[in-house]
């Protein structure tokens, strides 16, 4: 069953720590996509990668960081630098822009 | 710079009733555009693609180039329909690598 998966559903966060949110494809797409959803806000492009071992910055970079070691995975790291990392993030994959996005079910993100 | 606009942050309708959901784009030439929708604790979804020129759960958009607008039609809105609306329109010719979202408009329609 073909898909992209994201893991976990809800993670909770100390002030100061580093937190990695997972995001795996099994579509065979090449490129991969981080959203960040605030309410009023609409999505918001944090990273994306059009290929492994290659990335951009999005709209919104700064206090996160990505890797693309392979083509399935697109990990999230949400630094302590994020000033308001309580959020709900997405990531998406597509073969091409011009297909459109598949998304993943999303990591609710809170900082206690 | 490539910008999206949906102007209604929420619209409420009562069911039976047409619906329009607004979309304005700033891109020139012809972008490709889509509808993408999020129920309530769902994923995000493809809901219509303009070249497809498919018409999903009954909604369909018309793509008017001299208003640049990509608006969302539904003649009879079902309680079903009730959800967060995202337009997305991707610039084909603008050497773009990924699409541009609206604020997105937030659906309800009344029993």
């Known amino acids: 069953d073909g898909g992209i998966t994201q893991s976990p559903k809800y993670l909770f966060r100390k002030e100061g720590q580093n937190v990695t949110l997972s995001c795996e494809q099994n579509?065979?797409?090449?490129?991969m996509y981080w959203y960040r959803q605030d309410p009023g806000q609409g999505l918001r492009l944090i990273y994306y990668?059009?290929?492994?071992?290659?990335?951009q910055k999005g709209d919104i970079a700064e206090g996160y960081s990505v890797s693309r070691e392979k083509k399935e995975s697109f990990p999230l790291t949400v630094t302590s630098a994020q000033k308001n990392p309580t959020a709900f993030y997405l990531c998406?994959?597509?073969?091409?822009?011009?297909?459109?996005?598949?998304f993943g079910s999303g990591t609710r993100l809170t900082v206690v | 710079a490539q910008r999206v606009t949906q102007p209604e942050k929420l619209l409420s309708v009562f069911k039976g009733a047409p619906v329009e959901l607004k979309c304005n784009y700033s891109?020139?030439?012809?972008?490709?555009l889509f509808w993408y929708v999020q129920y309530s604790r769902q994923r995000l979804q493809l809901l219509l693609r303009?070249?497809s020129r498919e018409s999903i759960k009954g909604f369909t958009a018309d793509l008017n180039k001299g208003e640049t607008s990509f608006h969302l039609k539904k003649p009879f809105a079902q309680e079903e329909d009730s959800a967060m609306y995202y337009c997305?329109?991707?610039?084909?010719?603008?050497?773009?690598?990924?699409?541009?979202f609206g604020k997105g408009t937030k659906l309800t329609v009344n029993p």
């Open positions: 579509l065979n797409h090449d490129a």
């Open positions: 990668s059009q290929i492994v071992n290659d990335f």
């Open positions: 998406a994959s597509s073969p091409d822009s011009s297909y459109g996005y598949t």
């Open positions: 997305a329109p991707y610039p084909v010719q603008g050497g773009s690598e990924k699409l541009v």
């Open positions: 891109y020139s030439g012809s972008p490709e």
């Open positions: 303009h070249i």
